[in-house]
């Protein structure tokens, strides 16, 4: 069975068991299925109705086309009510940033298991939706990256929870330098939990519909893990090494100390290794204010439960849109496409301590923030 509305398909698959799986599809591949907030709409009332299903006993999350699952959020709405409002918290970005947090956090606390393929593109948003799934599949195409410092944000959907509990130093290094991940990078880091190729999902969907569903969560959760990882077994077993597995010393004394230091290190970093050389000019040249939130933010620690990260990220991400260079940042890369942002400060050094600090503290008091109920 399909319904469909253009930006989502949702569709359920039959199993033999009698149970049905239940499958949304982004749908707007021309935008490499970044999702608007009609899609963040449509996918949290479709996954309440399926939660409450009986007869749904897990869920894939996927991409329509082959260049992306998501390449994350289109924000145009917001820039254009930011620029109109300076200085002020927009009714478009609390709405946007909201009800994308509240689906991030639905998929993460979900019952049931959610599987999501994460072939081609997965950025910024598109990470947000994977990071709660349960099954978090990478493929061959897989191309991860948090590339917010280059629009003037912050890897933001959790990734103040997320990061900051990767290896070593390697969160800090993927938010200031937008890093490309692969398959064995993301595994390594945990973003990927599965391997498998992309030519092995019509395989998987058929072997799926093979298996003994129940109405219990947790053994279906337990199926699925099997099935995955019998399918995987082979690319798995031929996954190379990857380079932030193979260079994590190097990448955790690149980016140790203070930000200015790391900044130092980094502009006196001899470029010539070609892994390196394009993470480090992106860094270079992303929103000096974004450095410094991403800093920050990876000074946050592991304290904070997903639900408070959402309600801190949910402030820092309306006040970049106030008062940080978010709208700069969306005008040069998606609006204008000039490429060329005028940052409200050229440097970290000329960022007075107080717009941090502003940034960094909710708008809301606490019993009126729009996510006080997220537990």
């Not at 349960?134 to 280059?150: F, W």
């Not at 200031?176 to 064995?184: D, E, F, I, Q, S």
Request: a negative charge; one cysteine or more.
């Amino acid at each position: 069975m399909t319904h469909s509305t253009n930006s989502v398909i949702f569709q359920t698959l039959g199993t033999v068991s009698g149970k049905q799986i239940g499958v949304m599809t982004l749908n707007m591949e021309k935008a490499l299925n970044a999702i608007n907030l009609e899609m963040v709409q449509l996918m949290f009332a479709q996954l309440k109705l399926w939660q409450s299903d009986d007869d749904i006993a897990l869920i894939l999350l996927d991409g329509a086309g082959e260049k992306a699952f998501c390449a994350g959020g289109d924000v145009r709405s917001i820039y254009h009510a930011s620029i109109k409002a300076p200085g002020e918290v927009t009714e478009q970005a609390t709405e946007f940033f909201e009800q994308e947090y509240r689906l991030d956090h639905l998929i993460d606390t979900y019952d049931k298991p959610v599987l999501v393929w994460g072939n081609g593109i997965v950025m910024g948003g598109g990470l947000g939706l994977m990071m709660g799934a349960s099954h978090r599949v990478v493929t061959e195409n897989s191309r991860i990256a948090m590339p917010e410092v280059t629009i003037g944000l912050y890897p933001d959907v959790g990734g103040s929870y997320f990061l900051n509990r990767m290896p070593g130093k390697l969160g800090l290094f993927l938010g200031l330098t937008a890093y490309n991940m692969n398959a064995a990078d993301s595994k390594f880091v945990g973003i990927g939990n599965h391997y498998l190729n992309h030519d092995d999902k019509q395989a998987l969907l058929d072997n799926l519909a093979t298996l003994s569903w129940s109405s219990e969560a947790a053994m279906n959760h337990q199926l699925l893990t099997d099935e995955l990882n019998r399918c995987g077994e082979q690319g798995t077993a031929n996954l190379q090494t990857g380079l932030l597995e193979s260079h994590r010393d190097q990448i955790n004394r690149l980016v140790s100390g203070s930000l200015s230091e790391i900044l130092q290190r980094v502009t006196e970093t001899d470029c010539s290794e070609p892994w390196l050389e394009r993470p480090i000019k992106t860094m270079l040249s992303g929103s000096p204010i974004s450095l410094q939130l991403i800093y920050q933010q990876a000074q946050l620690g592991t304290d904070m439960s997903l639900a408070e990260v959402f309600r801190f990220e949910l402030g820092l991400s309306v006040n970049c849109c106030a008062v940080g260079d978010f709208s700069e940042g969306v005008r040069a890369l998606l609006i204008d496409k000039d490429r060329s942002p005028k940052w409200l400060h050229q440097e970290v050094k000329d960022i007075p301590e107080a717009l941090i600090g502003k940034m960094m503290s909710s708008p809301w008091q606490q019993e009126s923030h729009p996510l006080s109920n997220l537990v």
